[in-house]
């Protein structure tokens, strides 16, 4: 699978918005910051589940052969759950064989090289509804396989079985896509560091204890047993211990979020210090990742879901319907709901409209529609949201309804929500959220009151602020500024990131107090925004925490440059600071770990030519279409860079591909139109200026270029005509009112 569907430059992405006043205020930060420290645990101060069961028997009995448990363990015959006795399973032409040589579990299946080898099956991964087994690689990866036993149906599956990944791509099992070291350490072991070297792309990845122990959560229990066998009878509890039965229920959530969300990292190392937001950053309701309305798109496991609902709004939190310890439900059935909703009311077909007991009924299957991920892993949505038919007719997103009545659709959905409910007499955040995404007119000032108005959730906030890019003006990002100051650390997190590479140094003063802030995240988002200021230009009073903040920001670097993205990143920072020949370097290197990635090697064609490499950069677009022919932006890039060589007829030929690709893609009419009009082909230059009015009637860049060939071609009165119109739609513009004056008085 290729990386370009949702394009975007990392060199043109850099939006100059033009301020003549120079910003002075800052934004006041509400709580000095604390900067912690990143220091390791030592893996001895982590005792394991026997010294816990000395005081809660119970609780690590009920803990014994959870998911947590079986997280992860040494492959032997006993945790080994599939079948090894010489099988063989088929998927996407690669054939995989089972089998057991000498007492030790091996499969012999496609490498990184694209032909067959024997591995070694090292570890297994969880135990229901699919298990998961480890080889290791060179250089301390140790890597999944792609190939999974199903426990229920007792067979091999692939984890994707319509899903074609050649081995040359990142994507493969034996690449970066099902690295153990950094897409599953973390959260399958206890005190994990990943310990990785970019020098020669190795891993030495330590951890305390193989599985989610008792202390992955509570944090180490040294200091804990030393106290209680101190102070005996007197013991108090400390801060030292987490989720415990005293942690408010936002504070657990977002203890328990670090392993179920979908999130990128900021720390070394989870070291039980600070908050979540001290060590990851979520993902946001964006990116593919959720529908236009919040609902769960790909994987993302949980938290982004349930930091959406009423529910946690209102303090209910995981251990309310979780049993902490075995992680199975509280209760069975509606029971499970009925605890805080009232029986009569909503445990009723007046309610519900179905028969009672049947499927319908269940409460889960209206609120909590899921999805499958894995292979055969249905997850429920925990955005406890109420079906709306009405959106899915306006943003394609599902519904519960029909998503259970797949032989109806969503007018039936709709028709039939609005006989029994009425139409709804409530705002949901997606109601504002949606538009945005779809690019409605409006849509704009629904972000915005939904960013404003914190009755929201606020990962809805900050993703409506993270949208606002689609409506870029002056006005909106003075308007976004002011979420730089938002209570919320994820708000004031979406809105650096929105902001940062779109506003020149004229606003860098909005991002400098911005050092201080409380969350680790927060600061170095704020620390990237600055990236174009050298640090003699950060005030006396923010010097400390520009130095110390830098530290926090290579070490972001450092536990990410195992990522293709992370590489890019320090690209991206070299590429603000002007230094090309580094930002080039480390976008060469993203590539090294992710070959097939075309987002990045569209950015680094792009800053080849702007460094004069331009037949690197003609490589690096032909490599591009070779990999993804149907990619139109990439044929544009391609025809401008030609053009800017004088090999036109080249240029026109990629031009007219990008429309062939993306057709409704206004500004490959502009181009294409001069192009033509370069070989002095005026009657083409004509018709595809016309051609992109159709489109766009109003476009002022069409208009204009039509203008300029008509009176190139002594067509003066339809030039005059065109001009008056440029005039009359664009008023403020002092170049579409020079022609108009000009052509005025020609045609007097």
């Known amino acids: ?137 060179p250089n301390g990866h140790y890597q999944c ?108 959530v977002d203890q328990c979020a670090r392993c ?30 959720y529908h236009p309305d919040g609902q769960i798109l790909d994987e993302v496991y949980v938290y982004g879901s349930f930091v959406q609902s009423k529910m946690y709004q209102n303090n209910v939190t995981c251990t309310d319907c979780h049993n902490p310890h075995t992680l199975k439900l509280k209760f069975e059935g509606n029971a499970l709901c009925l605890q805080c909703h009232e029986q009569p009311k909503y445990d009723a077909p007046s309610h519900h409209f179905h028969e009672a007991g049947s499927e319908g009924a269940k409460c889960i299957n209206c609120h909590m529609d899921g999805k499958v991920y894995m292979g055969n892993d249905y997850r429920r949505d925990h955005s406890f949201r ?51 995404f779809s690019g409605e007119t409006d849509g704009y000032h629904k972000l915005l009151t939904l960013a404003k108005d914190t009755i929201y959730p606020e990962i809805a906030r900050a993703t409506a602020v993270s949208v606002m890019t689609n409506y870029y003006t002056e006005d909106v990002i003075n308007n976004m500024i002011r979420f730089l100051n938002d209570d919320s650390a994820i708000v004031r997190g979406a809105t650096i990131d929105a902001l940062g590479d779109a506003v020149n140094k004229d606003y860098a003063n909005y991002f400098i107090p911005l050092l201080k802030d409380p969350k680790r995240t927060v600061r170095v988002k704020a620390f990237y925004a600055l ?85 690197e950069a003609e490589a690096a677009f032909k490599t591009i279409i070779n990999q993804e022919p149907e990619f139109a932006q990439t044929y544009y890039s391609y025809a401008l860079l030609l053009g800017e060589q004088n090999r036109v007829e080249e240029a026109i030929t990629q031009m007219q591909l990008a429309i062939k690709y993306m057709p409704e893609n206004i500004r490959f009419y502009y181009n294409l139109s001069l192009l033509y009009d ?23 860049d069409l208009l204009y270029v039509l203008a300029y060939l008509y009176q190139k071609n002594n067509q003066i009165d339809k030039a005059a005509n065109i001009s008056q119109q440029l005039v009359q739609l664009y008023p403020n513009n002092q170049q579409y009112l020079a022609l108009y004056n000009k052509l005025k008085g020609v045609v007097q």
Not at 264 to 278: I, R, T, V
Request: contains cysteine; charged residues 25%.
């Open 678 to 700: 370069k070989v002095n082909n005026l009657k083409q230059a004509e018709k595809t200026a016309v051609k992109g009015l159709k489109l766009a009637p109003q476009n002022g």
């Open 386 to 436: 109420i079906p709306r038919p009405d959106q899915s007719l306006k943003y394609g997103t599902p519904n519960a309804c029909t998503q259970c009545h797949t032989d109806k659709d969503d007018t039936w959905a709709w028709e039939q929500f609005k006989k029994n409910y009425g139409e709804p007499d409530y705002t949901h955040f997606s109601d504002l959220l949606a538009p945005g």
């Open 1 to 137: 699978m290729l990386k370009t569907s949702n394009f975007l430059f990392f060199v043109s992405v850099f939006l100059l918005i033009s301020c003549n006043s120079k910003k002075e205020k800052y934004v006041q930060v509400k709580k000095e910051s604390v900067f912690i420290a990143s220091k390791l645990i030592p893996d001895n101060h982590f005792l394991g589940d026997k010294a816990c069961a000395e005081c809660h028997l119970d609780e690590v009995e009920q803990w014994t052969g959870s998911h947590h448990d079986k997280a992860m363990q040494i492959a032997t015959d006993t945790t080994i759950l599939g079948n090894f006795d010489n099988t063989t399973f088929k998927s996407q032409g690669v054939t995989s064989r089972f089998f057991k040589k000498e007492g030790i579990y091996y499969v012999n299946t496609e490498g990184p090289d694209g032909k067959n080898h024997d591995y070694k099956i090292e570890y297994t991964f969880g135990i229901t509804p699919l298990q998961q087994y480890i080889v290791m690689f």
């Open 531 to 615: 990236g174009a200021l050298d640090e003699l230009q950060i005030p006396e009073a923010y010097q400390d925490a520009y130095k110390k903040v830098k530290k926090e920001f290579d070490i972001h670097l450092n536990v990410t440059a195992d990522f293709a993205g992370g590489r890019a990143k320090r690209g991206s920072y070299y590429l603000k600071k002007g230094d090309v020949i580094n930002a080039i370097k480390s976008f060469e290197s993203a590539l090294e770990i992710d070959g097939l990635n075309n987002l990045i090697r569209s950015s680094l064609a792009n800053l080849y030519y702007q460094n004069g490499q331009a037949k």
């Open 145 to 252: 396989l792609r190939t999974a036993w199903d426990i229920k149906k007792k067979k091999w599956f692939d984890l994707y079985p319509d899903f074609k990944v050649v081995h040359s791509e990142w994507l493969h099992w034996s690449r970066g896509g099902l690295n153990w070291n950094n897409m599953c350490a973390d959260c399958h072991s206890t005190n994990v560091r990943k310990n990785y070297k970019k020098d020669n792309h190795s891993y030495d990845t330590k951890y305390a204890i193989i599985n989610v122990n008792c202390e992955a959560c509570h944090g180490p229990g040294k200091n804990h047993i030393e106290q209680v066998k101190t102070q005996g009878d007197n013991y108090v509890a400390t801060d030292g211990m987490w989720m415990t039965k005293d942690t408010k229920p936002k504070e657990l």
């Open 260 to 289: 179920h969300m979908r999130r990128e990292q900021y720390s070394g190392h989870f070291n039980f210090e600070g908050s979540m937001l001290d060590h990851y950053y979520p993902q946001l309701l964006g990116n593919n990742l």
